[in-house]
């Protein structure tokens, strides 16, 4: 009798298939595993998805931030079905994200997998929950101590707000953060990246968290091979972890 296959929910923020995440993911997880993916703007169309976007003319300043520095993913970005960019606030998006949970758990998914960095502390399941940001958090603070650490996000609206306090976040001595998006069209990724590496050499980071799962194995060597310092990518990391849940 064949072995029945495992089943492991994954939920991003944007649409789902996410096969430029699952590429980076699937060398590193277990075989006959079975993955649902499901994506907290599937179905809703293009007016739907407008409105959860941020209204970026209104800078929050330091007194504005909220306890806890949770502002810091307030902006979230993601990726379309079609392979565009999609921008969405923490509180819209949250909802739709429970939804795709209480599929996930129907399905049979034994546990759930966040293909997101942001912090979802109100997200709720009868599964363990997956938490790339909470779970990476305690793998750059390994490393990071006593270092300059260089983080990458995916959108310059999120620069502001991710070096508030980031050097206490991060356990860093100092840390820099630049952006760089995995969504552009192909032809400009080379230069993106490029340009990331340059800043990340000028600002001398001692290592560099890739801080978005659709970053990619190319974008991380890209940013290795124009630093000469250790990169730390967001998927690839999430990956081992969800085969040492399983195992």
């Given at each position: 009798m064949t072995e029945a296959k495992r089943k492991i929910g994954a939920i991003t923020i944007g649409q789902a298939?996410?096969?430029?995440?699952?590429?980076?993911?699937?060398?590193h997880l277990p075989e006959r595993l079975e993955v649902l993916q499901h994506g907290a703007l599937d179905n809703l169309d293009?007016?739907?998805?407008?409105a959860l976007r941020p209204d970026l003319s209104k800078e929050l300043t330091e007194d504005d931030s909220p306890p806890g520095n949770t502002i810091e993913y307030d902006v979230l970005v993601s990726r379309m079905r079609d392979g565009s960019e999609a921008m969405m606030t923490h509180d819209a998006v949250v909802p739709l994200m429970?939804?795709?949970i209480d599929l996930l758990e129907a399905a049979g998914a034994e546990l759930i997998v966040l293909l997101c960095g942001g912090d979802f502390p109100e997200l709720r399941s009868n599964r363990i929950i997956v938490h790339p940001g909470k779970l990476l958090r305690g793998a750059v603070e390994s490393v990071a101590h006593g270092a300059k650490l260089g983080m990458v996000m995916p959108s310059a609206a999120q620069v502001n707000a991710a070096q508030r306090d980031a050097a206490l976040r991060w356990g860093a001595r100092e840390v820099f953060v630049t952006h760089g998006s995995p969504y552009l069209p192909e032809a400009d990724l080379d230069v993106e990246w490029k340009r990331v590496s340059t800043e990340l050499t000028h600002h001398q980071a001692d290592l560099v968290f890739l801080n978005c799962m659709g970053m990619s194995e190319q974008m991380k060597s890209t940013i290795r091979q124009g630093t000469g310092k250790p990169v730390m990518l967001l998927s690839s990391m999430l990956a081992r972890a969800i085969t040492e849940l399983l195992h």
């Amino acid at each position: 009798m064949t072995e029945a296959k495992r089943k492991i929910g994954a939920i991003t923020i944007g649409q789902a298939p996410r096969d430029d995440i699952m590429t980076v993911m699937t060398p590193h997880l277990p075989e006959r595993l079975e993955v649902l993916q499901h994506g907290a703007l599937d179905n809703l169309d293009r007016t739907a998805i407008a409105a959860l976007r941020p209204d970026l003319s209104k800078e929050l300043t330091e007194d504005d931030s909220p306890p806890g520095n949770t502002i810091e993913y307030d902006v979230l970005v993601s990726r379309m079905r079609d392979g565009s960019e999609a921008m969405m606030t923490h509180d819209a998006v949250v909802p739709l994200m429970q939804q795709k949970i209480d599929l996930l758990e129907a399905a049979g998914a034994e546990l759930i997998v966040l293909l997101c960095g942001g912090d979802f502390p109100e997200l709720r399941s009868n599964r363990i929950i997956v938490h790339p940001g909470k779970l990476l958090r305690g793998a750059v603070e390994s490393v990071a101590h006593g270092a300059k650490l260089g983080m990458v996000m995916p959108s310059a609206a999120q620069v502001n707000a991710a070096q508030r306090d980031a050097a206490l976040r991060w356990g860093a001595r100092e840390v820099f953060v630049t952006h760089g998006s995995p969504y552009l069209p192909e032809a400009d990724l080379d230069v993106e990246w490029k340009r990331v590496s340059t800043e990340l050499t000028h600002h001398q980071a001692d290592l560099v968290f890739l801080n978005c799962m659709g970053m990619s194995e190319q974008m991380k060597s890209t940013i290795r091979q124009g630093t000469g310092k250790p990169v730390m990518l967001l998927s690839s990391m999430l990956a081992r972890a969800i085969t040492e849940l399983l195992h």
